[in-house]
């Protein structure tokens, strides 16, 4: 039975794992007033007729903290990619200069940093929603095994190491949004 346990537990651990992993890529993608490759990171292009991410047909990088430079690898992808940055709505005004593309970061007013902040606590929240449903089918996982002979005191203590996990998880996520906010908040 301790075998049992240990996979319920080694799984709900897992689950957790992953609820803090898509809620640290989230936050990312959430811009803090400093350039980042990482902004333009959903940005799909147009190439020879599919869908590409634009990581994947050109350079980007971060000259310095308020521009984003985009290198295509060939010259005819300048005005595709122009457009998708334009279509995939970021806020962000593209300037095509005929051999890259630059972008100027503008500095965030105070009313976009509160919803950039009300974004992470959203995303904080869906990162907790996720941890609980894996707190969740742990326990009815220990409950089967109940039923199945485990005794009652074994399983009281592997629901009280699932609660610890989920304890523990739901303070990085607290955690990682309080640093996220502070990083937006930050002029």
């Given at each position: ?17 992953k609820?803090?992993?898509h809620l640290e ?13 990482a902004?333009?990171?959903g940005v ?15 350079n ?5 903290p308020?521009?984003?430079?985009v ?17 995939a ?6 300037q ?10 503008p ?16 995303e ?12 969740k ?5 220990i ?7 485990l005794?009652?005191?074994l ?11 989920t ?17 937006i908040?930050?002029?």
């Amino acid at each position: 039975m301790q075998e049992e346990i240990e996979f319920v537990l080694d799984s709900a651990k897992e689950a957790m794992s992953k609820s803090i992993k898509h809620l640290e890529d989230a936050l990312m993608k959430i811009r803090a007033g400093k350039a980042s490759p990482a902004m333009l990171d959903g940005v799909m292009v147009e190439y020879y007729g599919s869908q590409t991410p634009l990581n994947q047909v050109a350079n980007v990088n971060t000259p310095d903290p308020r521009t984003i430079s985009v290198q295509p690898w060939e010259k005819a992808m300048l005005e595709p990619i122009e457009r998708a940055i334009i279509n995939a709505n970021l806020g962000l005004n593209p300037q095509n200069n005929g051999e890259l593309i630059i972008i100027s970061v503008p500095p965030l007013t105070e009313e976009r940093r509160k919803d950039l902040v009300k974004k992470a606590r959203s995303e904080a929240e869906d990162a907790k929603v996720g941890i609980r449903n894996a707190r969740k089918e742990a326990n009815d996982e220990i409950k089967k095994l109940e039923k199945d002979g485990l005794s009652e005191d074994l399983a009281k203590d592997a629901e009280g190491e699932v609660q610890k996990l989920t304890n523990d998880f739901g303070q990085k996520v607290d955690n990682e949004v309080e640093r996220k906010e502070k990083d937006i908040m930050t002029v």
